[in-house]
């Protein structure tokens, strides 16, 4: 069983497409894995059903048993978050604020202070419409912990993975280079960089190389909508040759890309042409890396 990682630097670069096209093609031979649960929309390509999903805990928030406070201010004095106003003589926590490190509680002389689990999303296992199962999550707003939650979409599909015998798991990481990506990378044995001929294309190209690079991870790249700037994109190939990333193809700007994407549906089996030709070869040469 294989794991292949799709990222990007940056928003925009048409990776989660991309993700969703290369699922199709697998069918039933491939897991997937939606890790970009801070803006998770493949469901909008793949048609989960939703059908099993869990709520996930991550963290911690405190709460003031008001029975119990005696208003000491204590708990206001130390809070270095200023998440402990005092609302109507009474010292309330600002849910949006607080931290969960507990410091109130260990300061508070009647014990009138608890932690409790805070629930920060929920995952999902789904059956998809490529007849093959999708492993998906929702980050709550405004929730932290992302990276937790990609590790626990990761390692249900793994399971699924394992126990059904499938041959790929392919999973959609998040742009840019933060935690979440991280947690996205580990494990993984081939990595896809999505990028465009942009300036902050090749500058993000850059940045999240350099992520992939320190995780010893092969991996390969593909350029998007590459003849809207030939300059730019003759540097992005010279730069893959440099860092000995495998180029895997160069893809056209072509409108029915969007128009896919409006009828909820991949490019691969929205229309026949020469850019779904790409797709799949590109698909082929990633399976053969």
């Not at 670069?13 to 803006?39: E, N, P, R």
């Not at 005696?70 to 809070?79: E, L, T």
């Not at 990378?185 to 190389?209: I, M, Q, W």
Request: hydrophobic share 35%; aromatic share 6%; net charge negative.
């Amino acid at each position: 069983m294989k794991e292949i990682v799709v990222i990007s630097g940056k928003g925009g670069t048409g990776k989660t497409s991309l993700t969703a096209s290369f699922a199709y093609l697998g069918g039933k031979d491939v897991i997937v894995a939606d890790c970009d649960v801070d803006a998770a929309d493949m469901h909008l390509l793949l048609e989960p059903d939703f059908k099993d999903s869990e709520d996930f805990y991550s963290g911690e928030l405190a709460y003031i048993e008001q029975d119990e406070c005696i208003r000491c201010g204590k708990c206001a004095d130390v809070c270095r978050f200023d998440a402990i106003p005092i609302i109507n003589n009474q010292y309330i926590v600002d849910l949006l604020s607080c931290e969960g490190c507990g410091y109130c509680a260990r300061v508070c002389p009647t014990n009138a202070i608890i932690n409790k689990n805070l629930n920060v999303g929920k995952w999902y296992i789904s059956k998809i419409k490529t007849g093959s199962i999708m492993v998906h999550a929702r980050l709550g707003i405004g929730a932290d912990n992302s990276g937790k939650l990609v590790a626990k979409v990761k390692n249900e599909a793994k399971q699924i993975a394992e126990e059904n015998s499938k041959e790929y798991i392919i999973v959609d990481g998040s742009p840019g280079v933060g935690c979440p990506v991280v947690s996205s990378l580990s494990g993984a044995n081939f990595v896809l960089l999505v990028t465009e001929p942009s300036v902050s294309g090749l500058h993000d190209l850059k940045r999240v190389y350099e992520l992939v690079h320190k995780f010893k991870i092969k991996a390969g790249c593909i350029i998007n909508k590459s003849d809207i700037n030939e300059k730019v994109t003759a540097e992005i190939e010279e730069y893959l040759k440099k860092e000995n990333i495998v180029h895997i193809a160069n893809l056209p700007y072509d409108e029915d890309f969007t128009k896919a994407m409006t009828n909820g549906q991949t490019i691969v089996e929205y229309s026949n042409d020469q850019l779904s030709e790409i797709i799949a070869d590109s698909w082929n040469k990633i399976k053969q890396i």
